[in-house]
C-alpha cells in the first residue's frame, strides 16, 4: 500500500490530511513525503516527532497512515467507526486516547459533540477528528508558539490537547449556568413561561446537559489513569500536567453533577406549583358552585306546586325569599372569602 501524499505546511489540505508536521527539537520544519520513511528517521534521531492530523478518514485512506506508524487494527476501526465513549487504551506500540470536544449553541440551546481520536507512539502522533468542532488547530498554532513544551515530544501534545478539551468544558459548564438560572427564572416568574412548555423546557435542558455528561464523566478514568506510572510513551515529568488536567475535570463533573440535580428540583417545584394552582382552581370552582346552589335549592323549594308553603299568602313573602337567596350566597361568600377559596 502505498503511502499518501501529504501537506508540506500548515493550512494546507490533501484529501483528510489536515496537517502533517515533523517537530525537531520542539520546532517545525518541513513536512516528510513519505511516512514510514519519517518517523523511522524520527525515532532514531531521538528529538524529533511527527504530527499528523486527518479529518473523518474513510477505510482506504487511514490504512496507509495505519501501516507507516504500526497502528493496532482494534484501534484503527475504532478510530473509522466513531461513536467511542471516552477512553484510553495501551498497546504495544502506542496508546489510542478517545476524547469527545463540545461546543454550546447558546442561540439554540444546543449541546454539540465531536469526537477526536488521538494515537500516540515512539516518535508520532496521529489524530484523527470526526465532526465539525475543532480544537487542534487552535492547539497546534499554540504548541508551534512554545517549542520549549513541543521538545517534550509527543507526550506534550496528548497533554495539550487534552487540557484544550477539557478547558472547554469548564467553559461550556459556565454557560449552562447562565442559560439555567436564565430557565429558573423564567420558569418561576407569574407570567414568565407558558404553562403547557414549561415541562417541555426543562425535559430539552436536562437532555443537553445528560449530552454533555457523556462527553465529561467517562474522561475522567483515562485522565486518571495517565496522572498515575506506569503509562507507557508517557514520562514521569509530564505526570503532574495531566494531574491538573484531571483536578479540572473533576470540577467540571462536579459542575454538571449540580445542574442536573438543579434541574431535578426544578422540574420538582414546577409539578408542584402546578399542583397548588390545580387544587386553587377546584377550591375557587366548588365555592362558586356552592354560591349558586344554595339559591337555587330555594327557589326551586318555591317553585313546587304545593299550597302550603312558608309566606305564600304574605304580601311580603316574594321579597322576603329574595332576600333570604342574596343573604345565604353573601354569607358564603365571605366564609370562602374568609378562607382563601376565593
Not at 180 to 190: A, Q, S
Not at 286 to 307: D, E, H, K, L, V
Request: charged share 25%; aromatic share 8%; proline share 6%.
Amino acid at each position: 500500500m502505498s503511502p499518501p501524499h501529504v501537506p508540506s505546511g500548515p493550512g494546507h489540505h490533501t484529501g483528510v490530511i489536515v496537517d502533517c508536521a515533523t517537530y525537531r527539537d520542539g520546532r517545525r520544519t518541513e513536512g516528510p513525503t513519505d511516512l514510514a520513511e519519517a518517523v523511522g528517521t524520527a525515532r532514531a534521531a531521538g528529538d524529533t516527532f511527527l504530527w499528523i492530523g486527518l479529518h473523518e478518514p474513510s477505510e482506504k485512506e487511514f490504512g496507509s497512515v495505519a501501516e507507516a506508524f504500526g497502528l493496532h487494527p482494534l484501534a484503527v476501526e475504532d478510530a473509522l467507526s466513531a461513536h467511542q465513549r471516552p477512553k484510553l487504551e495501551v498497546y504495544d506500540d502506542s496508546l489510542f486516547l478517545v476524547l469527545k470536544p463540545v461546543d454550546y449553541d447558546a442561540a439554540a440551546d444546543r449541546v454539540d459533540t465531536g469526537e477526536l481520536m488521538l494515537f500516540l507512539g515512539d516518535g508520532f502522533v496521529v489524530s484523527v477528528r470526526h465532526g465539525d468542532i475543532n480544537p487542534l488547530g487552535r492547539v497546534r498554532e499554540r504548541l508551534e508558539r512554545e517549542p520549549e513544551v513541543l521538545q517534550h515530544g509527543p507526550a506534550a501534545v496528548l497533554y495539550a490537547v487534552s487540557d484544550a478539551v477539557v478547558d472547554h468544558y469548564m467553559e461550556v459548564a459556565a454557560e449552562l449556568q447562565a442559560d439555567l438560572d436564565g430557565l429558573e427564572e423564567r420558569v418561576f416568574t407569574p407570567g414568565g413561561a407558558d404553562g403547557s412548555a414549561v415541562a417541555a423546557l426543562i425535559y430539552a435542558f436536562k437532555r443537553q446537559v445528560l449530552e454533555f455528561r457523556r462527553a465529561c464523566g467517562p474522561l475522567v478514568e483515562p485522565m486518571e489513569r495517565l496522572a498515575g506510572a506506569g503509562v507507557p510513551f508517557v514520562p514521569d515529568r509530564s505526570r503532574p500536567f495531566f494531574r491538573d488536567v484531571h483536578d479540572h475535570l473533576i470540577r467540571v463533573n462536579d459542575q454538571v453533577e449540580g445542574l442536573d440535580r438543579l434541574l431535578s428540583d426544578i422540574l420538582s417545584a414546577y409539578l408542584a406549583q402546578v399542583g397548588v394552582r390545580q387544587n386553587d382552581d377546584m377550591r375557587r370552582i366548588s365555592a362558586w358552585a356552592a354560591m349558586a346552589a344554595a339559591p337555587t335549592m330555594i327557589a326551586g323549594i318555591y317553585g313546587m306546586n304545593f299550597a302550603y308553603l312558608p309566606e305564600l299568602g304574605h304580601p311580603l313573602g316574594y321579597p322576603a325569599v329574595l332576600l333570604l337567596m342574596a343573604g345565604v350566597s353573601t354569607g358564603l361568600y365571605r366564609l370562602f372569602k374568609r378562607r382563601g377559596w376565593l
